[in-house]
């Protein structure tokens, strides 16, 4: 008998392995369904946001608040492109210009230094780089189109019913822990939505300090050059780097000055960023170990690619608040400190 019952467990302890490798197997084949469930449930939480804060100014209703922040978002974008869309669609156009030109004053640089040889791969890396590459980014415009669309409806059904859609996860596990895990998706929610307040915050101060030290250095199309440095920064630590290309490149045409400047000037935003608004922000938000953030978005980014970078600091914070509730606090029963309510 006692022979007979161990081998039942062994084949449950069996049976529940091959389960998880099957599910990884499974989720490594549909990574892209992952992401873009996870960027669906982030909008959506942009969304509901808004919603709340919409809700709190004017004490409507949350189906009111709803329709008035999706119409909002869209009068935002409609408006902004509709005022400043032909502006930065020719400050992007001269932007790119410029970029060209500041490839040009490298091979002429390295021409003049007798590196005739360096420089002529480098004009033929680049031009064989763009005939190759023309149809992949077609083909990725197409892929990231179709992908906006999807993300977009389904963040749109997931901010209208959160709450089906939460229980409904939750009603995937036993009677016994459909409560912890209901309860545990509602702190990460608000650990989201508590990380994407700050981001916002930070991605819009790091606009407007770009916007102002790129035209006071004189570089051409500052709208452009702080929009990308703005945007840049939803990816925590890389972004300032990657922001920061656009304009030294724009800057290498103006001469070595306009680059020394240029480069003081954004090294001086990331470190008032990283020093003093970001701590600020911290106390008020969520703050999450700098070393598990940079792993985390090699891991995302390995996992998933660029749309795996892009979403790597929350797919991070989900996890790390999850590990925190069932696990520490569930399976270990030690204290874990969690965020418990949001301002919004």
Not at 171 to 186: I, T
Not at 193 to 205: D, E, K, P, Y
Not at 255 to 272: D, K, Q
Not at 282 to 290: A, Y
């Amino acid at each position: 008998m006692q022979n007979r019952q161990g081998a039942t467990q062994e084949l449950h302890s069996a049976l529940i392995w091959v389960g998880v490798a099957a599910g990884a197997f499974l989720l490594w084949h549909l990574r892209i369904v992952v992401v873009t469930a996870f960027g669906a449930i982030l909008f959506a939480i942009v969304l509901r946001t808004i919603a709340r804060l919409i809700g709190v100014l004017t004490h409507l209703p949350d189906g009111p608040a709803l329709t008035l922040a999706v119409v909002l978002i869209f009068a935002v974008v409609v408006g902004t492109g509709w005022l400043f869309g032909a502006r930065a669609s020719e400050q992007f156009g001269s932007l790119f210009g410029h970029l060209k030109t500041g490839e040009t004053a490298v091979v002429a640089f390295l021409q003049q230094h007798g590196l005739k040889h360096a420089s002529e791969r480098l004009d033929q890396n680049a031009a064989s780089l763009l005939r190759s590459g023309a149809p992949g980014i077609l083909a990725g415009g197409l892929h990231l189109t179709e992908f906006a669309i999807v993300l977009l409806i389904s963040a749109l059904y997931l901010a209208v019913q959160p709450d089906w859609y939460r229980q409904g996860f939750a009603k995937l596990f036993g009677r016994s822990a459909r409560n912890e895990v209901d309860s545990g998706l509602l702190k990460i929610g608000i650990a989201l939505r508590l990380w994407l307040l700050g981001q916002f915050i930070i991605m819009a101060v790091v606009t407007v300090l770009s916007f102002f030290a790129t035209w006071a250095i004189g570089l051409p199309n500052p709208i452009a050059l702080a929009l990308v440095a703005g945007l840049a920064e939803f990816i925590p630590y890389l972004g300032p780097f990657i922001g920061a290309v656009p304009a030294l490149l724009a800057a290498v045409t103006l001469g070595i000055e306009p680059m020394f400047w240029t480069a003081a000037s954004y090294l001086g935003i990331h470190l008032l960023e990283g020093y003093l608004i970001a701590p600020l922000l911290q106390r008020h938000f969520i703050s999450i170990p700098p070393a598990l953030v940079l792993i985390g978005i090699l891991t995302w980014g390995l996992l998933f690619g660029t749309l795996g970078v892009v979403i790597a600091t929350p797919l991070t914070v989900t996890l790390f608040i999850a590990i925190k509730l069932f696990y520490v606090r569930d399976a270990l029963g030690q204290r874990a400190e969690v965020p418990e309510k949001s301002p919004l």
